[in-house]
Nanobody, 122 residues
Framework: QVQLVESGGGLVQAGGSLRLSCAAS????????MGWFRQAPGKEREFVAT????????VYGDSVKGRFTISRDKAKNTGYLQMDSLKPEDTAVYHC???????????????WGQGTQVTVSS
């Protein structure tokens, strides 16, 4: 069974940084895309970033472009989301996802983690 487990969330001041991790188990993800999405209270799930597992292609949401960086460590079967210059509007539960159909829509992903809370104070 595929499992994705996020970690690294927490409370940070505006302008600070956090790095989220997404540990994958159950299979290797050499042919999968990995994505990050976030959901704030009362809002729809929002696309943050995605990358092919090979790392050759990355896409970012407009609201995080230039501030967030998606990456992965193949040997550890782990993905990362480096978040810099954080803003209060980045506050949300962040979920990682994996799937064979890449893209910016949640329905293109087959596996989801439970999420990790990120709170940015002003």
């Amino acid at each position: 069974q595929v499992q994705l487990v996020e970690s690294g969330g927490g409370l940070v001041q505006a302008g600070g940084s956090l790095r989220l991790s997404c540990a994958a188990s159950g299979r290797t993800f050499s042919s999968y895309c990995m994505g990050w999405f976030r959901q704030a209270p009362g809002k729809e799930r929002e696309f943050v970033a995605t990358m092919t597992w090979s790392g050759y292609s990355t896409v970012y949401g407009d609201s995080v472009k230039g501030r967030f960086t998606i990456s992965r460590d193949k040997a550890k079967n782990t993905g990362y989301l480096q978040m810099d210059s954080l803003k209060p509007e980045d506050t949300a539960v962040y979920h990682c996802a994996a799937g064979t159909r890449c893209g910016t829509l949640p329905e293109r992903y087959d596996y989801w983690g439970q999420g990790t809370q990120v709170t940015v104070s002003s």
